[in-house]
Nanobody, 119 residues
Framework: QVQLVESGGAFVQPGDSLRLSCTAN????????MGWHRQAPGKERELVAD????????NYAESVKGRFIISRDNPKNAVYLEMNSLKPEDTAVYYC????????????WGQGTQVAVSS
């Protein structure tokens, strides 16, 4: 059974940092492009960042460029999202997801972890 599990979400203040983690059971993440998405209340889900299989290519949404860093540790079968200088508008449920590099649709999804930024 394939399972992606996110962790690290928390309630923080503006300007704080958080590191989200995503691990997998039943799936070798090294075979997949990995992405972090988020969905805020009343908004559509958006892709925040993605990283290629080997980690050589990374893409970021404009809203998080310069603040968030996506990384992966394939031997540990894990993907991370380091979030710095957090803003209230970063408040959302964050999901990790996996897709084959030859397609654009993410196939496997985690259950999400809540990040709340407020003073």
């Amino acid at each position: 059974q394939v399972q992606l599990v996110e962790s690290g979400g928390a309630f923080v203040q503006p300007g704080d940092s958080l590191r989200l983690s995503c691990t997998a059971n039943g799936l070798a993440l090294s075979n997949y492009v990995m992405g972090w998405h988020r969905q805020a209340p009343g908004k559509e889900r958006e892709l925040v960042a993605d990283i290629s299989n080997a980690g050589s290519n990374r893409n970021y949404a404009e809203s998080v460029k310069g603040r968030f860093i996506i990384s992966r540790d394939n031997p540990k079968n894990a993907v991370y999202l380091e979030m710095n200088s957090l803003k209230p508008e970063d408040t959302a449920v964050y999901y990790c997801a996996a897709r084959n590099r030859l397609v654009t649709k993410f196939t496997y999804w985690g259950q999400g972890t809540q990040v709340a930024v407020s003073s």
